[in-house]
Every structure is written in structure tokens, then in C-alpha cells.
């Protein structure tokens, strides 16, 4: 008999960065497989999720947050909210998780050799995106420009900040036509730079569809109007890319509920080029 | 050789009364058998039947809810409400097929503690003898 | 029932007052079925019947969805719901109009004296072929059933719900229109129930493990019922869990405690749960038992009186105590 | 494959033969009938008409250990059926046996699921050509056959005084071998009758619907209120899929009760609002419109995009059994008329 799907391994928690301090609690976790097998067998591509868990609580479908090129660890960055996810908060630095997958398609990097990316993300959403940030970041001399576009509700929702404002000041990324966009939807004292909700900032910004990729996750509403927006700029349908998400339990196409149309976002998505996405008749 | 059975019972105490009773037991040397687990709530009006029925589910053979007396709730009338709920309850266990006698009611004032260890002794007595609930073992 | 007198009823309501939708009763494409209609103007109430085979009850679609019902109709700007309603009912709607604070003036009650419903597993049972059912009629104990091309005469005690066999309150108690002379009342009667109480602890606990270890927890039962109508219902909680999902003896149980508890004081006795039910669980024995309980005991009966405090809001210092400590 | 004469009055001693097999068959139970495991043969119901469920719970549990958590939170699988004796589905009707097929795909691809195949593997399934449709049977409709042996290894016919025995498959003969005492061959007579029966059998399905296009109207109507008037009489309870041969939806969920921790599977049903709720509390499918929708979507769309059939075996249990009447067939003729 093949292996279990559902047979979760042990990963011991390295390190937890506590990401935001706003209404939702963010945290980012860096985990290390303990079987050193399936860690070699764990090859994730951006873009794809996987099963995080603790024994006795249940599982949640989470994305994973680091770059392939990191080798060192994976990242999972976890916003509390239900039962599994509220559990995860209350682990420290040297506890043990458990994990299984990588599950999902990821995003078509062959396809998008020498071309601009551009990452559109809003709160959580930016995720996902980071995993092809720190890829495009790694292997610059794959791509063309990278233009970080992400904002949330106020400073204290903002992940990965100190990452973000770092990227944004260095000289050495500026020379490499990598740029960041960062904005917030209510003003706040010190903040110099945009204030206003994603989509308004990704118009003021008028990024060229020329030779570019845009990649955008975030809130259901938020990806609608940034793919309006798109268009409205010229990017056609098979320039868009989204991840969606959805209720998971199984994460391997069996237990149904994450289906839109008829395609399963654990294994079929999350990755939908927008070229596939508005043929399926419910969007999420 | 049949292990001796021990019975597990839970105990929901009101803030004002019954836990303060319980205390009292303590300090004032009063023994009590020591299958009694308490759980301290605010009142018993706060109590929901469901609370009763999971204790049983999760491995209580017995469980006793004790408030203040009738007059004295705290929150004036939270006993009275709780008595309705508990005999309905009762009533409802036993056409199910379970003995009402494992859910037990008592008035425990925070000056009685010699009460209380005597209604835990007469309860667990009473658990002792209708013996193990099975019927939430699957 | 007269249909001519239903539709003519139900078209004046609509004539006369702001009607969004009539809940009512429809014939269904297949043998003995009834459907629930939503008649939304005038002229669609010709669809409207009803007959002994009407036995669901109509209520819940109320509260399904958090009221979508009576949010309205945008289209024709109504904004009040009619609902043909039985003697069960009308209990239902007066929990409902205590409990969930819907305005009594938005809801425009068509009252029927009910002499009882048939139930459909009984009757299908005994015409399992039957495709097209023309007319069910009662008189002196018998229906007179027509289906096909057959007419057929049978007792009424062989098809009658068994709920409604010991119904108290065949008459609506709140009404804006009654379609029939009222009919005369038995009284409540709770024979079986004693049946069941005289039985030993353990064989009654039997008698539920061979009931409940059949329970397909599809939560039937809940959505039916009138009274379930909490948007977080605490069967379905994760966090805390008072139930777990597992179907089992155990877990089933500890469901149907909860369910029948929470219908205490409340249940209204339209037998939906019951009727509803894809195995056949006798779930009225468990809320009739505490209808009876508290009817002797605390003199209160769910649903029969607009200005009632809720049973468990409401206490008498001299409440039985003798089981207390 | 091979074709017996099974005397009907010798049908106990013919289970009773399959010492070998753990036998499950129809039983009565608080008047339903329902499958479950026989110790005596005499249990066993051959009353193919009122099932209210199918046998699918026989290989797919209603609630089922995926994992047993030890005293540290080590996850260890449960044993299996491994080493267990094999068993016999007695009495399955043909459609709830194309049901098992409709399940294989889900279960079998990408991820092959154990827990699944391993019971399913070691199950064999023995039918009957159901001679007395239910009124709401439309069978026909979907690529079934009240006669047919699809998904089935043995299939017997009722002549009045015998059965008919065809093995179907290699697993079928090896049951028909450990009952060969109690077998005999049938005339040739009889084999023109048990025929005669099968060419008759598709007749007496009275419900039909031609569900040529249905996926494309599906699609193409997806968003048109006529879903909301159709869903306007559901209740959300989860009968239709609970008794469907073809549901295969479940919940994975983490319980602890008395020491004991084990994360389970249990069946869950796309009418419910909690299915597709997220954390955050925003649900993509909100109201009874969607969730009725996207069910129909899944029989007579999805389940063509992904495994090429609907996944609907036509055994009308979704429409006898619903409390309020929503009747599929019914509605897929409005569909269908868009």
C-alpha cells in the first residue's frame, strides 16, 4: 500500500516573529522537518501550501511563506483565528508542529523568465507573495524589475515590515529595479507614504503591463478591484495572477468543500492565472 | 480480583456559597472523600444542562451543582432559575434510561462547610453503589 | 378544506394588507407529497390547498437564513408575511413572536382548525405506487382517498401522525383570519408517555441505545423544527465543543439530550423532528415527555399564551426542592 | 463468467457457506432496513425496497480513525483491515454498486486514500436485479440499469423459486466456489428468463430525464435566479447527502474524550453553512441558493469535467427522502428547460 496522505510529520519550531499588533494577530513561524527524508522530499515551489497541525487540536491549509531558495527553514506565517490557528499562537521557539504536503500548484516561473513581477497584497495576503519575492530577490538574474505594491489597515497590520522598509531603502535594490510600494487605508502620524486602500494605490502607481507579470492576493473584495484595475491599465488576463483560498481539511481533493467550479483550490489551486479564473462560475 | 470502584464526580460550585462553603470545609479539617473535582462558576443559573451531560461524556460517574440557598443567590434569583433547569434535566436523563441520582443538587451556604463534606460523603456514597455510568463509553 | 375559501382568504389578505409572501401549502408533482409554497402575488395564490396530508409545518422558513422572509420584498415593496397556520402553528409563532422579538403586526396568520395530518411514510406505505393524489378527505374517521384511478376508504387511525394523535390544541390561538369553524379539542394526553415511565431504567435505556445508535446526525430535526432557529447553534460549536462530530451512541446522544432540552418549555408540538426524520427516530416521545412534566408541574405550556415568560426565565419559589440537598 | 442456480430456500445455507467472509446484509432495524454485519443468515432482509441508505457506509464509515494520538501526541495510523477476513456486501442494488464506482475515482487518484481502498479492495459485492423500482428511481437516466452487473462480482436474479447467479468478476468466483455446494446450473429455460427479466427491467423505471446538455446549461445559468426559487423549500439538513451512494464529502476533526485522542473523518454535507465557512467568517457559500446550487453543479457538472459521468447513480433516495420535497429530477427538468 502507497503512503498515507494524511500522516502528518514532526517539525520543530525554530524561531516565531511576532509580524502584527493591529485587531488580527499575525505571527511567522520558521519550521525545520525533523525526518530528515521527508524533508528532502518537502521541494516546494512558490505559490504552494501546506498542512500545518498539532496533534489533538486539527489541522490548517497555510501558505508557506519562504522562498525554495531558502534552505535553511520554511515559513509559515499564521493569522489567529480559529481553533488550529489559535493553538499555533500559543507554541514557542522549540515546540514541535506538525506538517504535511507541499499541496497546490505554484506559480509558472518558467514562464516568467526576464519579465517584471509585479506583487499586489493586502494584510495577509502578502504571504503567499512573499515566497515569490524572496525567490525573485534570489534569483535576480532570472526576472526583469520587481515592484512590491502591499498595504493594509493601519501600520500595525503591516507584515514582514522590517523586511519591507529595508528592501525599500537599499541602494543595492534600487540599482536592481526592485521597489516598494507600501500604503495603509486610514492616515497615521509619520506615515510619509500613501494612505488609501491597495487598488487606489496600484492606479496612482500605473505600473506598465509591458513584459509584466501581476500577482495579487489579499482580501476577496481587494483582489476584485485590483484585477479591475489591472485591466483597466492594460494588462490582459493571462498577465494576472491570483491565489485564493478556501475552507480545507483535507488537503488532497477529497473532502470537497474548497472546490470553485470545478476545480479543488487545495490541488488544483491556489495559483489561478485570471485567464482561468473568471471562467469558473463562483470566484471564491 | 475486581478493582475497588472509585467513582469520578464533578462538581459545579457557585462563586458566593458553595465554593466558599467548600473552603471552609478545608480549613475547618471537615474530611471528604477526595472523588469530588470542582469547578467553580459564577452562579448555578449560569449553568447549562450541556455542562452536566459532558461531564458524563467525558468520564464523571456523578455530578453535583451546589448554590446558595434559596433567597440568598447573589444575583437574586440565578438558584431559583437553576433549580428549574436541574429537575427538568433530571426528568430528562431518566426517560433516556440514566438514574437522576447522578445528578445531584444541594443549598450550601459559605458558612456551612461541615454541610458540605457531609453532602459529599452521602453523594459519593450514593455514586458508589449505582456503580460505574457506562452509557457514554463508545 | 374548502380551496375556494383558502385562495379567496389569501388573495383579500393580499388586497388588504402589505404582503411581501404567503407561506402555504402546494401539491407536489409526485403521489401523496406537499410542498411548502411562497406565494408572492395576488395571483399565484390560486396554487394554494390544503388537505389532512398538509403535516409540515411552515414556520421555520421564518427564521431560516436569519428571516430572509421577512426582510421583504423588494420588488413589491411588501414587507409583511402571511402564513397558513395549524393549531401547532400557531404555538410556534407565538415562541416566535416572544422569543425573537418579530413583530406580531408582521405577520398575517391564516388559521386552520386542524383535525389532524396523515403521515406520509404511513401512507406511502400502504400505496407505494400511488403517482397522482387528486383528493385526501376526512369524515366520521376515515379518509377518502383518490389517486390514479382508484378511490380508497381507510381508518383515520391507520394514517393519522402520531403526534397528532394526542394533540391538545387542534385550533390556531392566534389568528388575523380563520378558514374553518374551530374543531373540539381531546385535551392533551400523554398515555404512552406513562407507558414509558413505568418501564425499568435499564429497559428504557435499552430502548433509546437501539434508537439513537441509528441517528444519522443530518441535523433534520434541528432545521425543521420552528424553534431552532439560532444562527450559532451550540450543537455545531468547535470551541467550546459540547459535541463532538463523531457519530456514535455516545456522541448521538449527548446530541439528542441537548436538542430536546433546549425544546423544553418551547416546543410547540408541530412534530417536524419526528416527521422529518430519515430513520424514524420517535424524538416527540422525548419533547412530549417534558411538555407533560412541566405542564404538571409548573403549569406552563410552551406557546399558549402571547404575554407568557419563558419557562426557564421565569421561577416559582415554590418549585419542587425535595430533590435538593 | 459463470452462471449457478441458487434455490431460494437455500439462500441461508449459502451464506452461512462464506465462512471466510465477515456478511453484511440488509437487516431490520426499528423498521428500516439496513445494512450491517450478520452473524446468522436468517438476519439477513432481501427487502431491495426500502433502503434508505445505501451500503456505501460498509467501505466509507460515517465516522472513521485516520489517526490514534499516544500518550506523547505521536500520530500512529490505526490498524487497518489488514490481515482481516474479506467481506460480502449481500444484497446491493445495482445502483448503489455503480455508487462504489463513482467513489473509486475520488479515492483512488493522486492521492490513493489507505483507508478507503483498503476496504474497498477486500470488499466483494453481491447484488440484485431490482425488479420493483421505487417510485422515484430514474436510474436510466444517468447511464444505469436496474439490471445491470456494473460494480457488482456476483449478480442474482429472482426467477420466483431461484436466483440466478451470474459471477461477474474473479473475486465473484471465488465466493461462488466456497458456496458451490448449494449451486446448481440453470436450464437453459431459465437463462432465457432471467433475460427476458433484464430486457424488461429498464421499463419499469417510471422517472426520467435526458441530462444530455445539463452541464452546459448548468454553466451557462449559473448565476440565474431561478437557483434562488428552486432552493427556496431546502432546509440545510444533510439528508440528501447523507443517504446519497455518491457523497463523498467529509470533515477532519481532533477529538479527545477520556484520554483517548484520534483525528477522525466523518461525513459532512455541502447543505451545510459551517462547510465552506471561514475562519475569518466569510462564507462563499452563504445561503441555501449556493449550497443547492454548487451540489447540483458537482453531480451534473463537476463530476463530468473530473471523471467524465455525472455522479449520480439515479437510486432517487435524495427525493423520497427529503422533508420538503425538493425533488432533483424535477429540478434538473427546470434547468434543463432554461
Sequence with gaps: ?284 | MLKKFDPNIMAFLCNWCSYAGADLTGTSHFHYPPNLKAIRVMCTGRINPLMVAAAFRHGADGVLISGCHPGECHYMEGNYLARRKIFVFRNLLEFVGINPERLQMSWVSASEGKKFSNVVKEITEKIKKLGPLTTFDE | MDKEKLVNEAKAVFSREDVACLIGYGKDSIGFRVSPIFIRTRDEADQLFFSPLCSLSLVNYLTLEKGVLLEGNKETGGEKIAIVARGCDSRALIQLFAERGIPREQVVILGVPCRGTIDLKKIEGKFPDARNCTEVTEAEGMYYIRFDNESHEVPKEELLADHCKHCAFPNPLVYDVLLEDLVDSKGAAYSDIEEMEKMALEERHEYWKDKFARCLRCYACRNACPLCYCDDCILERVSPQWVNRSVNLSENLMFHLARSYHLAGRCAGCGECERVCPVNLPLMLLNRKLEKDIKNIFEYTAGSNLDDKPLFASFNPKDPNDFIF | MEHFLLEKNRLNEFLSALRNYEVFAPVRKVGLTVFELITNPKEAMLDLKNQPQSPKRVIFPQSEILLVFDKNNAAKEPKGRVGQKPQVVFGVRPCDARGFHMLDPVFEREYPDPYYLQKRQSTLLVGFHCSEPYPNCFCTSVGGNPSSPEGLDILLTDLGEQYFLEVITSKGEQVAKEGAAVLSSPTSQQQTEKEKLSGMAPQKIRRTIDTEGIASKIEKHFDHSLWRELSGKCISCGICTYTCPTCHCFDIQDERVRGRANRLRIWDSCMFPEYTLHASGHNPRPTRTERLKNRMYHKFKQNIDLYGVPGCVGCGRCITLCPENVDLVANLKVIKNL
Aim: net charge positive.
Design chain 1, 1 to 284: 500500500m502507497t503512503e498515507n496522505p494524511y500522516l502528518p510529520r514532526r517539525a520543530k519550531i525554530e524561531s516565531i516573529k511576532q509580524e502584527t499588533t493591529g485587531e488580527r494577530i499575525i505571527k511567522t513561524f520558521a519550521v525545520v522537518i525533523e525526518d530528515q527524508a521527508y524533508r528532502e522530499r518537502f521541494q516546494h515551489k512558490p505559490g504552494q501550501c501546506a498542512m500545518l497541525g498539532i496533534n489533538g487540536v486539527g489541522e490548517s491549509m497555510i501558505s508557506i511563506a519562504s522562498s525554495p531558495t531558502n534552505k535553511e527553514f520554511l515559513n509559515f506565517s499564521v493569522m489567529k483565528l480559529g481553533k488550529v490557528t489559535s493553538a499555533i499562537h500559543e507554541l514557542e521557539a522549540g515546540d514541535l508542529i506538525t506538517i504535511r504536503g507541499p499541496y497546490g500548484n505554484n506559480f509558472p516561473l518558467d514562464e516568467w523568465y526576464q519579465k517584471n513581477i509585479i506583487t499586489i497584497g493586502g494584510g495577509i495576503g502578502q504571504a503567499p507573495l512573499r515566497s515569490i519575492i524572496q525567490y525573485v530577490l534570489d534569483k535576480k538574474g532570472e526576472f526583469g524589475g520587481l515592484d512590491i505594491i502591499y498595504g493594509a489597515r493601519t501600520t500595525a497590520d503591516l507584515c514582514y515590515r522590517e523586511d519591507h522598509f529595508q528592501t525599500e531603502q537599499s541602494v543595492f535594490w534600487q540599482r536592481r529595479n526592485v521597489r516598494v510600494h507600501l500604503s495603509i487605508d486610514v492616515p497615521e502620524a509619520g506615515w510619509d507614504r500613501f494612505v488609501g486602500v491597495v487598488p487606489d494605490n496600484l492606479l496612482r502607481l500605473k505600473p506598465s503591463p509591458e513584459n509584466a507579470i501581476a500577482i495579487t492576493c489579499g482580501p476577496p473584495v481587494m483582489i476584485k478591484f485590483v484585477i479591475k484595475n489591472l485591466l483597466a491599465l492594460g494588462f490582459k488576463d493571462e498577465q494576472i495572477y491570483t491565489t485564493l483560498e478556501n475552507r480545507m481539511k483535507c488537503g488532497i481533493g477529497k473532502c470537497g468543500r474548497c472546490n470553485v467550479g470545478s476545480f479543488y483550490v487545495c490541488k488544483d489551486g491556489p495559483v489561478f492565472s485570471y485567464a482561468r479564473l473568471k471562467n469558473l462560475p463562483e470566484k471564491g
